[in-house]
């Protein structure tokens, strides 16, 4: 029998040109094997096609943030029942950690609106998706000044809640910002008649401010002329007369405006305001 020609190996040869034999990786026909070199690997590739890796969505990864730090004597217990039972859908830790934040809010707004802020952020990051919280966020991002962030989050409260007892802060954010056009749009929307006593009149204060900040100081007055000026026991009356006269000084009617500080001295006991000193002038 005649013997079959050997390779380096030692191995019987096919006998065939190597340029005929199938490529390492086997026919770069069969089926499943990548035709372009751009739709994968190269074509002689035994691995095939393999899709490039997906690079991870950042826009999904919740970043750090910083978190204030919260004294000890803080436990949360010290909200509202109300607001506790809000936090309820949260697991047991997560929701004291955000009661704990929410309380140094409360603690921190008026001795230190920035810190009440932080507080307020970091109460956010841990229950974004509850009103009360987003809420909190956008009052306490008020009162420090940082009115683009009140407004983006006194927004996702209302979109959650549909409670619209925000809208004059939102109204007055847009003031801030320098949009006293889009402060009365808010003041002259469908949802202001859904507002209670006190938050109608200080939708009027706002509104009443942003006329001012288009130089309509005339315009300005008659948005707080209203039956309410004769109230003389709610809260919110000497807000409403120190606004009033505050609108006629500025309008140049002088004498109307001194005796609008008169009346509102004459009903602010707890002395809010320079009601009686600016009378006095």
């Not at 001194?258 to 600016?278: G, L, M, N, V």
């Amino acid at each position: 029998m005649e013997e079959r020609p050997r390779n380096n190996s030692g191995r019987p040869s096919s006998g065939r040109p190597s340029s005929d034999r199938p490529a390492r990786g086997g026919r770069t026909e069969r089926p499943g094997a990548p035709r372009k070199v751009s739709e994968g690997r190269e074509v002689s590739d035994p691995r095939g096609f393999r899709a490039p890796p997906q690079e991870r969505d950042q826009s999904r990864i919740r970043p750090r943030i910083f978190e204030p730090d919260i004294p000890e004597d803080v436990t949360g217990e010290e909200l509202e029942k109300s607001v506790r039972a809000e936090l309820l859908s949260l697991s047991a830790e997560n929701a004291k950690v955000v009661a704990r934040h929410m309380v140094c809010v409360n603690l921190y707004m008026d001795a230190d609106p920035e810190l009440a802020h932080k507080h307020a952020v970091a109460a956010a990051h841990h229950a974004g998706r509850l009103a009360v919280v987003r809420e909190t966020a956008g009052y306490a991002a008020y009162r420090a000044g940082h009115y683009e962030i009140a407004l983006k989050e006194l927004r996702a409260a209302n979109r959650i809640s549909g409670d619209v007892s925000m809208w004059p802060v939102m109204a007055d954010c847009e003031r801030g910002l320098g949009n006293p056009l889009k402060a009365l749009s808010l003041a002259g929307s469908p949802e202001v008649k859904r507002l209670d006593k006190a938050e109608e009149i200080e939708m009027r204060i706002v509104a009443s401010g942003a006329r001012r900040d288009l130089g309509e100081v005339d315009a300005a007055v008659v948005t707080l002329q209203c039956k309410e000026l004769k109230n003389e026991s709610d809260e919110w009356a000497v807000r409403l007369r120190y606004a009033y006269a505050d609108a006629l000084e500025a309008a140049g009617r002088l004498a109307e405006a001194s005796e609008w500080f008169s009346k509102c001295a004459a009903i602010d006991h707890e002395e809010s305001t320079d009601a009686q000193e600016r009378a006095a002038k």
